[in-house]
């Protein structure tokens, strides 16, 4: 079996080999690619961020990783090549902008290509013993000093979005889950390296974008004390806002909402057919009382009377679904704290509570 370190090693060489790739097409398309969406400053040399081409061909990688000392075994099995019905070994990546996934210890385990026009847009390195999407990020080994230094993480979709708010300004630190989909493994990975307590969800502004984002919530917030949310408009991503206008990108990072806040409103749009009627309007306030529960207390009441305002609702019946959530959540917790206390005592040897003890 080939070893993690080593496998780690093959993606190290493999990234060194797509940046100079990239450098050395300073007007091939890739470089172009992104000129044109104001992301120059990747192809700068000086650059932190190892954004790479994966040159066409069928096996320019794996002859530069031979040379380099790597067995064809472990080339396939850093997830770089893929041997063919012939038995030859070709390149996963070609003809594409890449871009380094890291662990949660900063190591590079895969890549993510983008490919020009025609082709599939995005391909990522298939899971391999030290890759696997949900696991590693994209954009946070660039960053370290600027984390360092407090700038707040930003959590996007794409690995052009995270370069996006990277040079919107530096007191953002985009970062690409590569999906709309954030995982409890990628969220402790932004946690050891952030050094505030405050994250930005900035998923595309379309509906699974804004899904997303409400998706995201709970694993966030068991590790950031604030999570915020940037929107944007429905045709627009980071990326695609930054090309227009690199000013409305950030503006929209500057401004963000409480992402409780967002998903709020996010559940009661889609009540907003059956809001004409009071079984719809209870059932609306029934399904966002749990979000409106977990705002900070000295919000809950102004956010129960704009509830009511929007549901033509009164503010007692918001109230009264609102308190009903408050209360179930502490009877489970009384409830698992009981449950905690009986578990320590059997541990410990202690007699049940509804047996006499022995004289």
Request: hydrophobic content about 45%; some cysteine; proline content about 5%.
């Amino acid at each position: 079996m080939t070893g993690h370190q080593h496998l780690v090693e093959a993606n190290s060489v493999a990234a060194q080999f797509f940046r100079q790739e990239l450098l050395k097409r300073p007007d091939g398309w890739a470089a172009e690619h992104l000129r044109e969406r104001r992301l120059e400053a990747a192809v700068a040399p000086d650059s932190g961020w190892c954004v790479g081409y994966a040159p066409d061909g069928w096996s320019r990688l794996v002859g530069h990783l031979r040379r380099a000392g790597f067995d064809d075994r472990t080339i396939v099995a850093a997830g770089l090549a893929s041997p063919t019905s012939n038995g030859y070994l070709i390149d996963r990546f070609r003809d594409r902008v890449t871009f380094v996934a890291h662990d949660i210890d900063l190591k590079p385990v895969g890549f993510i290509g983008r490919g020009r026009a025609g082709r599939v847009r995005y391909l990522n390195t298939p899971n391999t013993d030290i890759y696997a999407k949900g696991k590693s990020l994209v954009g946070l080994d660039a960053q370290l000093v600027r984390l360092e230094a407090g700038a707040v993480p930003v959590v996007v979709e794409g690995t052009m979005d995270a370069l996006a708010v990277s040079l919107a300004g530096g007191e953002w630190a985009g970062v690409a889950c590569c999906g709309t989909a954030i995982t409890r493994e990628q969220v402790l990975i932004l946690k050891r390296h952030a050094r505030v307590d405050v994250a930005i969800v900035a998923l595309d502004g379309n509906l699974a974008g804004r899904t997303g984002a409400v998706r995201s919530l709970d694993v966030l917030s068991s590790a950031f004390g604030q999570v915020l949310v940037a929107e944007f408009p429905d045709e627009h991503d980071p990326a695609s806002l930054f090309a227009a206008e690199p000013g409305r990108l950030r503006s929209a990072l500057s401004s963000p909402r409480s992402l409780i806040d967002f998903a709020i409103d996010v559940e009661l749009s889609r009540w907003s057919r059956v809001l004409d009627h009071i079984s719809g309007q209870v059932n609306a306030v029934r399904a966002v009382a749990p979000l409106v529960a977990r705002l900070p207390a000295g919000r809950v009441a102004g956010e129960i009377a704009r509830l009511s305002r929007k549901l033509g609702l009164e503010e007692q019946v918001v109230s009264r679904e609102v308190l009903a959530v408050v209360g179930l959540r502490d009877e489970q917790r009384a409830t698992r704290r009981r449950m905690s206390y009986r578990s320590a005592d059997a541990e410990a040897g202690a007699d049940p509570p509804d047996l006499p003890r022995t004289p």
